[in-house]
């Protein structure tokens, strides 16, 4: 079975604090996607990465960063939390093909206080 | 620019009945188009996608969707649901241009709440 999995759940912030989001695949996956989900607009693509120490910015790139230095691991970096930033936070891969399904992480719900 | 539009924000049903879930799209160039599902608590999985040939697709739990070009759209339908099918549906799509920087990069629908009562 493909797994996506992301290091938190459930994260509690302050406002300016710097956030690191964490997701790993176990498939060898070229790409790897961070999406924004909140309640009425779906998934808003954050970033994405297409190799290793490969990024391009999606639809709402703002207050983000990411890094992917190893091909299975993709980081979510908020350099400085704000409240607008409260959201689920869902991660994906897919191999290299237009057609290629995603497969998804359970997501990280993270508030920012 | 694609864009995807889901009809419907909340679709509530009663058990045994049919469903309907509108998804419609629009796009420059042809499109791989896909049905995911969200669970409480869960991240997103496949429910079925169209790539090519046949306009009718089956996916699991008994899902299935139609692609109409000339209409732009991809509606997902059931004709029994469960209370177990109670869950966030969510239509996407994908270019096919071949080389494109948006190879592989999905557009997400606003999503479709299926509620299936007792």
């Known amino acids: 079975d493909v797994k996506v999995t992301q290091s938190s759940r459930y994260l509690v912030k302050r406002t300016g604090e710097k956030v690191f989001l964490e997701c790993v695949q176990d498939?060898?996956?070229?790409?790897m996607f961070w999406y924004r989900q909140d309640p009425g607009l779906g998934l808003r693509l954050i970033y994405f990465?297409?190799?290793?120490?490969?990024?391009e910015k999606g639809d709402i790139p703002e207050g983000y960063s990411v890094s992917r230095e190893k091909k299975e691991r993709f980081s979510l970096i908020l350099e400085s939390a704000s409240t607008n930033q409260t959201s689920m936070y869902l991660c994906?891969?897919?191999?290299?093909?237009?057609?290629?399904?995603?497969?998804f992480g359970p997501g990280t719900r993270l508030t920012v206080t | 620019a694609q864009s995807v539009t889901q009809l419907d924000s909340q679709v509530p049903v009663f058990e045994e009945a049919p469903v309907e879930l509108r998804c419609n799209y629009s796009?420059?160039?042809?499109?791989?188009l896909f049905w995911y599902v969200q669970y409480p608590n869960q991240g997103l999985q496949l429910l079925l996608k169209?790539?090519?040939?046949?306009?009718l697709v089956k996916g699991i739990n008994g899902f299935e969707a139609e692609f109409n070009k000339s209409q732009t759209s991809f509606h997902l339908r059931k004709p029994s649901v469960h209370i177990s099918d109670t869950a966030e549906y969510f239509c996407a799509v994908s270019e096919t241009v071949a080389g494109s920087s948006n190879t592989g990069k999905l557009i997400f629908g606003q999503g479709t709440t299926l509620q299936v009562k007792p």
């Open positions: 796009s420059s160039v042809s499109v791989y």
């Open positions: 169209y790539l090519s040939g046949s306009t």
């Open positions: 498939m060898d996956h070229e790409n």
């Open positions: 990465s297409y190799d290793v120490k490969m990024k």
């Open positions: 994906a891969s897919s191999t290299f093909m237009g057609a290629a399904e995603q497969y």
